[in-house]
């Protein structure tokens, strides 16, 4: 099965940026739509953003529009979700999905997750 690995959390101040990377593994990353999410304690985990099969379609939650942009790189088998203007509320673990219908629809058992990693925004 694919596996999906993502990297680039860590702390950050209010304002500044970090750049997430999910790498995959297994073969035909290029068929697979591919999405983050993230959760914070107490939270539901929540959508933030979307890509197509190609960097041609992307979608991006209202909350996090403007300030993070997704894109991929199929010949690196990698999605990355740039952060910039970070905000206390981004804080969240964060996880790379992708959906093997290539819809974006995330939903089991067409989709994999990957184990998650930390962002925390704090002064």
């Known amino acids: 099965q694919v596996q999906l690995v993502e990297s680039g959390g860590g702390s950050v101040q209010p304002g500044g940026s970090l750049r997430l990377s999910c790498a995959a593994s297994?073969?035909?990353?290029?068929?697979?739509?591919m999405g983050w999410f993230r959760q914070a304690p107490g939270n539901e985990r929540e959508f933030v953003a979307a890509?197509?099969?190609?960097?041609?379609?992307?979608f991006v939650a209202a909350s996090v529009r403007g300030r993070f942009t997704i894109s991929r790189d199929n010949a690196k088998n990698t999605m990355y979700l740039q952060m910039t203007s970070l905000k206390p509320e981004d804080t969240a673990v964060y996880y790379c999905?992708?959906?093997?219908?290539?819809?974006?629809?995330?939903?089991?058992?067409?989709?994999?997750w990957g184990q998650g990693t930390q962002v925390t925004v704090s002064s």
């Open positions: 297994g073969g035909g990353f290029s068929r697979y739509a």
């Open positions: 890509i197509g099969r190609d960097d041609t379609s992307t």
């Open positions: 999905a992708g959906d093997r219908t290539g819809r974006a629809t995330f939903l089991a058992p067409n989709v994999y």
